[in-house]
């Protein structure tokens, strides 16, 4: 049984990843988080009796699904809401705020507990089976939303937008249909055939739907009363929306009508903020293009994402990005 990479020493990891680095034209510490990634992957899909979930954002558009080409560091992860045994139907006649409120809150207590009780213990015991598990770490949001996992690098590393973790997002309040099987694999697999590299089955969100959910999730960053100063790493958003719109995926979306209102209507359900504007979403008025301010601190942002080697290959300028965010605005508008 060949050896486990993740049980090589420091070095020669290191070694493997600076060689791949070069190989594939991509920077070493991208590759080494790549591997964690997968890990993580693999380990939330083998839990055991685990909660009907699906792997859903940026990171499956770029890992399983090659629409974009960014380097997506985060695990985001739906928890059906139908699963959690609860009899409340949301969604049917007659039902109040008051009880949706209600249920919104109890859906937010059952992934507090089954991130502490469930994700959080499994994970820590697949840590502790590596070499030195001393010098991992896990730990949990207040709200149970999001988990650390805290590695050891074998890369030296001076770029704080890169860290050496991986945050697994979890969502309580959505569904996961429809869906996919895929297999995840890191990316120096191709490279390093002789060692055995994290990887397993994963269910994965179609990419329709979650060019939907990157849609109104813009929406009401763009509707937001303040927009974040220096828009920390929110422009991989719209990087993530313009590239899916060029994929087959993105303009089976944009065609998708029925999806579309299905997301809105889930999310005037769950996440209707106040500033949100979710009716303006099926009136034609979807806004994708947030104000002058908002778009300088996007770019910034772009910037250090680039900096950062997160992009693969030659990326759009943001100033294409832009535009052509500008084009599917015009377009989702006009049906």
Not at 67 to 89: G, H, M, P, Q, W
Not at 112 to 123: F, M
Not at 171 to 196: C, K, M
Not at 239 to 251: E, I, V
Request: proline share 4%.
């Amino acid at each position: 049984m060949p050896e486990q990479f993740l049980h090589l020493q420091a070095d020669d990891r290191k070694e493997i990843l600076q060689t791949a680095a070069t190989q594939l034209g991509q920077q070493a510490t991208v590759l080494e988080k790549d591997v964690w990634v997968c890990w993580t992957l693999q380990t939330l899909f083998s839990m055991p009796d685990a909660h009907p979930m699906a792997f859903k954002g940026g990171t499956s558009l770029s890992k399983i699904y090659g629409a974009i080409k960014r380097f997506s560091e985060d695990v985001d992860v739906t928890l059906d809401y139908r699963a959690f045994n609860d009899d409340v139907d949301p969604f049917a006649e007659g039902v109040s705020k008051n009880a949706i409120k209600k249920f919104s809150k109890r859906l937010k207590e059952y992934v507090l507990q089954y991130a502490n009780d469930v994700v959080a213990p499994y994970i820590d015991t697949q840590l502790k089976a590596l070499p030195k598990p001393e010098e991992f770490g896990i730990e949990v949001s207040e709200d149970g939303e999001k988990i650390w996992v805290q590695y050891p690098s074998a890369i030296e590393n001076g770029d704080d937008y890169l860290k050496s973790s991986i945050l697994i997002e979890f969502g309580g309040r959505n569904v996961i249909d429809p869906n996919e099987q895929h297999t995840v694999t890191p990316d120096i697999s191709a490279l390093v055939t002789d060692l055995n590299l994290p990887s397993g089955e994963v269910v994965v969100l179609s990419p329709e739907r979650t060019f939907w959910e990157k849609a109104t999730l813009i929406h009401v960053e763009c509707n937001r009363e303040e927009f974040k100063s220096d828009a920390h790493r929110l422009s991989r958003h719209w990087y993530d929306l313009r590239m899916l719109a060029a994929h087959a995926s993105g303009k089976a979306a944009i065609n998708n009508h029925e999806l579309f209102e299905d997301v809105v209507r889930h999310k005037q359900v769950f996440f209707n903020a106040a500033y949100a504007n979710y009716d303006a979403c099926l009136a034609n008025e979807l806004r994708l293009i947030p104000d002058d301010a908002a778009i300088t601190g996007l770019r910034t942002d772009y910037e250090k994402m680039l900096g950062a080697g997160m992009i693969y290959g030659e990326p759009p300028s943001f100033d294409d990005i832009i535009s052509g965010i500008r084009e599917i605005e015009r377009e989702i508008n006009t049906w």
